[in-house]
């Protein structure tokens, strides 16, 4: 076992820390209040190399890791998770990479990379959450094109997007059920496709999250991921296994965020002739919430280093995202708390990180749903 961040991993989080501290908290309180997308941010990002952290070299990108991928989210989500968002703008690369045919990894990823398009992945719909399998999307299959209907909900990017991937059901009439999905790729624009922003979020409001509809959207066949149809199934479960890997770094990220701002303002304030970090109530406040987060990041890293090395274990994942989340909300809860009525401010940010720290326990799985898949495992599926 070795636990020590190579030099690569150092230099890209030491630089991920310094773009996102120098640049996050100025536009953080507007782009919360205004529920505004930091494009401009996005961009800088993807000058940086941020957006193909996880891409082949002869995509465009680093070639680096989900590891990597997650140590950077972290750092993102450390300085301000709502504008740490930006990083989604991969969501639904890390299917490409893994299905696309050639030619569809050479017309997409070294965009995605240079920060030239924005991705959304869109399985989610309103009477689908938790059950992936009640979707009804359907695109029906005429000459060399699909015909695609339905809607979905929650979508992150979802008005941003310039190409959504959307799951839906290209042979419906399958016996076996897991064989009845497939994700078609669908630009931003195409007649019949349209976009609604959702307004009025707890957190992450400069995250884009919007409701999809498709009214017969044509969309051409080559525009199937893989080129074969039945893949929707085993392509989501890959990407949950990333991307919840992923959120649980927001996680570790948000909580980081919230006890800096805590320790920092305990160090400072004066109340009864002292500094509260000198009274040992608060002392161990400070002291649970730095083992709380160091805990998530070591589960963390090691799912993610597990998917690195073609390990990944969906019950670890499940766990890193579970504890992830719950810890999140704890330490932002507790950082409020050290603060006082400033902590309830959002002058004095760790009422935003409050607020933001619970999506990681509702998307990309919910926490009872981590918990179904950490109890299948230690049961057994009988
Ligand atoms: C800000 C935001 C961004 C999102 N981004 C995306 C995106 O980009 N793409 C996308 O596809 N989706 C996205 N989602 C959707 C998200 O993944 C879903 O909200 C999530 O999977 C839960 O589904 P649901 O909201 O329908 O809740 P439901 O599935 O209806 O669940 C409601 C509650 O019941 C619990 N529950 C459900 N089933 C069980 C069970 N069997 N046993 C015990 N408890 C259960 C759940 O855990 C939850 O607490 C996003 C959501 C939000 C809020």
Known sequence: MNFALSQEQKEITE??????????????????????????MWQ????????????PEQYG????????????????WRADPGVGCILLAVFGAEIIMASGTEEQKQRWLPKVAAGEIILATAITEPNAGSDIFAQSTTAKKRGDKYILNGSKQFITNGTVADHVLVMCRTNPEEENRLKRYSFLVVDRGAPGFNAEKLHGKLGIRASDT???SFDDVEVPAENLIGGVEGQGFKQVMHLFNINRVVAASQGVGVAQGS????????KEREQFGSRLASFQ????????????????????????????????????ISIAKLVAGQNAVWVSQEAVQLLGGYGYMDEYHVERFYRDAK?????????EIEKLTIAREILGRS
């Open 15 to 40: 630089l991920a820390r310094k773009f996102a501290q120098a640049e996050f908290p100025k536009i953080a309180i507007e782009c919360d209040k205004q529920e505004r997308y930091p494009k401009e």
């Open 210 to 212: 919007a409701t999809l």
């Open 281 to 316: 109530g608060v002392q161990f406040i400070l002291a649970e919430m730095a083992a709380k987060v160091e805990a998530a990041r070591q589960l963390c890293r090691m799912a993610a280093w597990q998917i690195d090395n073609n390990q990944a274990s969906p019950h670890i």
């Open 259 to 266: 006890f800096d701002h805590a320790l920092a303002y305990t």
């Open 61 to 76: 990108g680093l070639g680096l890791g989900i590891s990597e991928h997650a140590m950077v989210t972290e750092e993102f």
């Open 44 to 55: 800088q990002a993807a000058e940086l190399g941020f957006m193909g952290i996880f891409i």
């Open 359 to 367: 999506i990681v326990e509702i998307y990309e799985g919910a926490r």
